[in-house]
Nanobody, 129 residues
Framework: QVQLVESGGGSVQPGDSLRLSCTVS????????IGWFRQVPGKEREGVSC????????YYADSVKGRFTIARDNAKNTVYLQMDSLKFDDTAVYYC??????????????????????WGQGIPVTVSS
């Protein structure tokens, strides 16, 4: 069973940086696409950034392009989301998610926009002055 644990969230000021980590256990992480999603109460969940299992193809939402960077370290079973130049609008609960795409032809863009099969508990990120 896939287990996903997020860490690294917190409260920061606009312009600051944070790095979120998602530790994956219970499966071969190399087989899984991993993504970061976020949600604000009353709003739809947004796919922020995702990374494929094989070539490391990435997807970024337009709202975070140029500011966020996703990376995976399969040896450490961890995926990172480096968030720079944070804005008020980045305030949300961030969720790590995973889906086994090793047998699938689904694109990373598709799964990042519709959501993945397995989810972490979420971690809050607050950007305020």
């Amino acid at each position: 069973q896939v287990q996903l644990v997020e860490s690294g969230g917190g409260s920061v000021q606009p312009g600051d940086s944070l790095r979120l980590s998602c530790t994956v256990s219970g499966v071969r992480m190399e087989d899984y696409a991993i993504g970061w999603f976020r949600q604000v109460p009353g709003k739809e969940r947004e796919g922020v950034s995702c990374i494929s299992s094989s070539e490391g193809t990435t997807y970024y939402a337009d709202s975070v392009k140029g500011r966020f960077t996703i990376a995976r370290d399969n040896a450490k079973n961890t995926v990172y989301l480096q968030m720079d130049s944070l804005k008020f609008d980045d305030t949300a609960v961030y969720y790590c998610a995973a889906e086994d795409l090793s047998w699938s032809s689904l694109s990373i863009t598709y799964v990042c926009e519709r959501g993945m099969d397995y989810w972490g508990q979420g971690i809050p990120v607050t950007v305020s002055s």
